[in-house]
C-alpha cells in the first residue's frame, strides 16, 4: 500500500491548521513541511515585531495555501507563492524600516546642488606664494594651571589673550609682525595635526590681526575623553602669489593621507600574511584530522579564524584607537588582525584543495607532519597564496581609506574632517585621489595574479 492510503488527507488537512506544515511532514513530505513552517514563522515573527497589522496578511496567507497544498492533494501547489509572498513581506517592510523615500534626494535641491558643484572644483594645487606664519599653543580644555598661550619666531607673535579655551568660549587671538592691510587665514589644529576650525581676517596698517574666534566642540572629537586638558595649536598664516604652481594645502595633506594609508594596507597585509601561515596550516582539515588531539586544534583554530573574520576591521579600529590612541597605528593593528584571520581561512582552503597524492607518497615513506607540509604540500601552495595575498593587500588599501574615520589615520582621517568641516572641494578632490590610487592598484595586482595563476 502506498504511504497516501495509509495518511488520511482529513488528519493531514487538520494538522496543517494546527500548526503549517505539520500536515506535509506527517505524509513524508519533509522538505516541503519544514519550507512552510520557516516561511510561516519567519513571516510572523517579522509581522510582530514590526507591529503594522496590514503585514499580517502575508502569514496568514501563506497558512492558507499550505492547508491549501494538502487539500489538492496529489497534485500539490509548491512553494512558489509562500516564497514570492515572502520577499515580499521583506521588501515591503525593509523598504519602510530603512524609511525608503525618493522624495529626499530631490527635496533639498539647492544644497545639494551646491554640495556637488563644491566637489568638482579640486583643491590639489595653488598660485606658488610666499608665506608668513606663526604659532602658539594654547590648552583645551582649561587645567587648574593652564601654560601661557604666546609665541614669537623670526619677529612674528601669535597670542592669545586668554590663557586657555574651553567649548563655547570666545577667545582674543592676536597676531603681530604680518603683512599690512592682508587676508589672514587662522587654522585650529588638534593635538594629532588634523584642522578643526579655520577663518580669516584682514591685517591693520601695522601688521597687526586680531580675531575674536569662538571655539567650537569640533576641536574635541577626536579626543579619546574630551574632558582631558591638551595642547592645541593655533596657526595663523599670510600669502601672496610669486608665480607657478606648487602643492595647495589640501594636496599635502591629500599625499600624506594616501602614503599612510598605503603604508598601513602593506604592513598590515606583509605581517597579517606571515601569521596567516601557520594557522592556514593549523586550520586545514586534510592536515589536521589524522589524530584527535590534530583534529581538536583544527577545530579551535578554525572557529578562532571565523569569530575573527565575522569582526569588521573598522570595528577592531574603534576598539585599537581606545586602547593605544588615535594615529594610524591602532589601524594598522585592526587591519592586521583582521587580515591574520581573512586569510587564515583562504589558506586553508588552498591547502585542503591540493592534490591529495603527493600527501599519500610522503606518508607513505614515513614522514612526519612537517615532511609532509614542506615536500608536499607547500610546492603545490605557493603560487595560491602569493595570489591571495596579493588580492588581500588590494582589500586593505580600500579597507584602509575609510579606517581613519574612526581615528586610524590615513587618508579617511583628512576626509572625515573634511567633512564635518564642509569643505567639499577637499572632499571632492580626496575622491579622486582614493579612486585614482585604487584604480591603478587594482590594475597592476590583476595583472600579477594573472600571471601567477
Known sequence: MTDKKIFPKSLSVLLSIILPGLGQVFQRKYRSGISFFIAFATAFAVTLWYGKPIWFIIPAVIWIWNIWDIVSFPKGKGLVIPLLLWLLMAYGIGGQVTEFNLQALFS?????????????????????AERI??????????????????????????????????????????????????????????????????????????????LEWKVLSIVHTTAPDPTIPQIHRIKVSQSRPIGGMELSAVGGYIV???????????????????????????????????????????????????????????????????????????????????????????????IEGIDPGPIEAIKATGANWLQVARYAVIPQIVPAFTSLTIYRWDINVRSSTIIGFVGGGGIGFFLWQWIVLQDFRAVGSAFVAIAVVVVILDFFSAKIRERLV
Open 108 to 128: 533639498n535641491f539647492s544644497r545639494s546642488r551646491d554640495m556637488v558643484s563644491q566637489l568638482f572644483k579640486f583643491d590639489f594645487v595653488q598660485p606658488k
Open 133 to 210: 606664519e606663526g604659532y602658539t599653543d594654547i590648552q583645551s580644555p582649561c587645567s587648574d594651571f593652564p601654560p601661557a598661550a604666546d609665541h614669537e619666531e623670526n619677529g612674528v607673535r601669535v597670542y592669545v589673550v586668554q590663557t586657555c579655551a574651553n567649548v563655547g568660549d570666545v577667545i582674543t587671538v592676536i597676531g603681530e609682525g604680518f603683512w599690512p592691510n592682508q587676508l589672514t587665514t587662522f587654522y585650529w589644529q588638534n593635538p594629532i595635526g588634523g584642522k578643526a576650525m579655520a577663518t580669516e581676517a584682514t591685517s591693520d596698517a601695522n601688521g597687526k590681526v586680531t
Open 256 to 350: 600624506q593621507g594616501i602614503y599612510e594609508t598605503l603604508a598601513l594596507a602593506l604592513l598590515s597585509t606583509i605581517i597579517g600574511a606571515i601569521f596567516a601561515i601557520p594557522f592556514g596550516f593549523l586550520a586545514a582539515r586534510n592536515l589536521m584530522t589524522a589524530n584527535p588531539v590534530s583534529t581538536v586544534i583544527y577545530m579551535i583554530v578554525r572557529t578562532v579564524l571565523n569569530i575573527v573574520r565575522s569582526i569588521e576591521a573598522l570595528i577592531m579600529a574603534i576598539i585599537f584607537v581606545i586602547i593605544v590612541g588615535l594615529g594610524p597605528f591602532p589601524g594598522m593593528i585592526a587591519l592586521t588582525v583582521h587580515t591574520v584571520a581573512a586569510l587564515g581561512k583562504l589558506y586553508s582552503e588552498v
